[in-house]
């Protein structure tokens, strides 16, 4: 067969998977793991084909939603499962830049991303997509949270039997944005890595979809979409400077990923662009490693309040560990004060309620920048992965109450010299 020939007729570029490790080969089917060394599988495409295929007008042709980047996603359109997922705002976001001393600063906010207001849409939306390929009846995931929202609801909304594994520990929003859409929840006793290691046992036991398991590969592609949005809504150019939590680190290197595609197709110039990230203290074995030099990352027992980045074995944790060093970016960690600090501060200036991921990303943006390790004047994008309305039990007494008055003028004005007062005691503690 011809290539014209196989162009003509082929329904998807990706051409199989390939071992990160080893190189090993495999056919498009749902598995994860190199039988030869036991690395992760990645999907592999053919770019040469998709240079004649793909262009800025192909894109903004399609629809208002992730899967504008159809060609460059590993499904076939007649299996693709859209429900409005993706083309988040990317937003200047001039009060805090003025704040950090920056002035080039950017947030993607995926916390208001459909259907679930967090990124996890994304990857479900692709994973449940080739799950339908695939012909899995039963869906599954281990999940911190928002990763069970978001399969919970794709399923439903795809037709497909749920059930998903949580942390019994989770926090209660997170919990009732699952349960509402009719899934099977199995709350586990432990934390994240005893789930995980329970679900790969269900998955080779009962022949389930598991969207982070043996659809991961396909799972992980979603995540390149932020990158792809990202470069679009900057005018078809790259930043310098991007800053994202870490929780497995993929979608840390999926970001750069997207980034790099986007370059061997043609729809934007090369450069160089900085990869800085972020982790909690009380689980940050990437970030250890960062800072002790070392390139493997030694397993942590979580101990955090930012639960849905709480992953002590990450499993791709070197890989974002080799890319943050390869780009000469940075990896910090921040504790728990630090990250609801930083969730009240992107609250306060540009207006967006975040979880702790995100808390955790602006606390480390604020200590990058105040150990001079972003130039003020790059275009720094900041990723927000999901929804403070998820978290609320973070940040409850560490915000302000309202203040409880009768229904006359008198008492609302002794209310508002009061809110005035405390207001100018706040300045002053910041001003000190």
């Excluded at 997922?85 to 001393?101: E, Q, V």
């Amino acid at each position: 067969m011809t290539q014209a020939t196989l162009n003509s007729t082929r329904t998807t570029a990706a051409k199989g998977l390939a071992c990160k490790e080893c190189g090993a080969e495999y056919e498009l089917k749902a598995t994860h793991i190199c039988e030869l060394c036991f690395g992760p599988l990645e999907v592999q495409y053919d770019y040469d084909y998709l240079r004649t295929k793909v262009t800025r007008e192909s894109i903004k042709a399609g629809p208002h939603s992730i899967w504008r980047y159809k060609d460059l996603l590993p499904v076939p359109d007649e299996h693709i499962v859209d429900v409005g997922t993706g083309m988040t705002p990317l937003l200047k976001a001039n009060r805090l830049a003025r704040r950090l001393g920056l002035k080039n600063l950017y947030i993607k906010n995926d916390a208001v991303n459909m259907p679930t207001l967090s990124f996890k849409d994304r990857v479900v939306s692709v994973a449940l997509s080739k799950a339908k390929e695939f012909g899995f009846s039963t869906i599954s995931c281990a999940s911190t949270g928002n990763l069970a929202n978001s399969t919970a609801a794709i399923a439903a909304h795809a037709g497909l039997d749920c059930c998903v594994f949580i942390p019994a520990d989770l926090e209660a929003g997170k919990v009732l944005g699952t349960v509402i859409y009719g899934p099977t929840v199995m709350a586990v006793q432990g934390n994240y890595d005893q789930v995980n290691r329970l679900c790969c046992e269900v998955a080779n036991t009962y022949g389930w979809g598991f969207v982070n398991i043996n659809l991961r590969p396909y799972y992980s592609e979603g995540s390149k979409t932020l990158g792809y949005e990202v470069a679009e809504q900057l005018g078809w150019q790259l930043p310098d400077h991007i800053v994202a939590p870490l929780a497995s680190g993929s979608l840390f290197t999926k970001i750069h990923k997207g980034f790099q595609e986007f370059v061997k197709v043609g729809l934007v110039e090369d450069k160089p662009v900085r990869f800085s990230g972020a982790q909690a203290e009380g689980c940050s074995p990437i970030a250890q490693a960062y800072a002790e030099g070392r390139d493997f990352v030694t397993p942590v027992k979580p101990n955090t309040i930012a639960k849905s980045i709480a992953i002590g074995n990450p499993a791709d944790g070197i890989y974002a560990l080799e890319l943050a060093r390869k780009t000469n970016g940075n990896i910090e960690s921040v504790t728990d004060e630090e990250i609801i600090e930083g969730m009240k501060l992107l609250a306060e200036t540009e207006g967006i309620f975040t979880e702790t991921a995100g808390g955790t990303t602006i606390a480390v943006l604020k200590k990058l920048v105040e150990a001079g390790k972003i130039n003020p004047d790059e275009t720094t994008v900041v990723y927000i992965t999901g929804n403070g309305l998820k978290t609320q039990e973070s940040v409850q007494g560490y915000v302000g109450e309202p203040f409880t008055i009768e229904a006359k003028l008198d008492s609302f004005e002794r209310a508002l010299e009061r809110s005035q007062t405390l207001d100018r005691l706040d300045w002053q503690q910041v001003l000190v």
